[in-house]
């Protein structure tokens, strides 16, 4: 059974930094591209970085130059390194397969950033 387990989040001041890791169970990781989501209350979840098996990165516009994606294929694990946090990047943080598999969601990890 595959199961991913989300850390990392907590309480943090705009501007501050925190990261997240994601570690898998099962063959999620071997050659596919990883990703992270998060979801703001009343909001739809939003794709928020992805990082291929080679380490190829791509970012959503809201995070690019504040945020990094990186891997660590030999554990299973995808971080996100989250610098210069605001206030609207409160949210639960997921990670998934990218494109997600819905069957691979987790309990993520709930950032909040004071101001």
């Known amino acids: 059974q595959v199961q991913l387990l989300e850390s990392g989040g907590g309480l943090v001041q705009a501007g501050g930094s925190l990261i997240l890791s994601c570690s898998a169970s099962?063959?999620?990781?071997?050659?596919?591209?990883m990703a992270w989501f998060r979801q703001a209350p009343g909001k739809e979840r939003e794709f928020v970085a992805r990082?291929?098996?080679?380490?190829?990165?791509y970012y959503a516009d809201s995070v690019k130059g504040r945020f990094t994606i990186s891997r660590t294929n030999a554990k299973n694990t995808v971080y996100l390194q989250m610098n210069s946090l605001k206030v609207e990047d409160t949210a639960v943080y997921y990670c998934?397969?990218?494109?997600?598999?819905?069957?691979?969601w987790g309990q993520g990890t709930q950032v909040t950033v004071s101001s």
């Open positions: 099962g063959r999620m990781f071997s050659g596919n591209t």
């Open positions: 998934n397969t990218y494109p997600p598999n819905v069957a691979y």
């Open positions: 990082i291929g098996w080679s380490g190829t990165t």
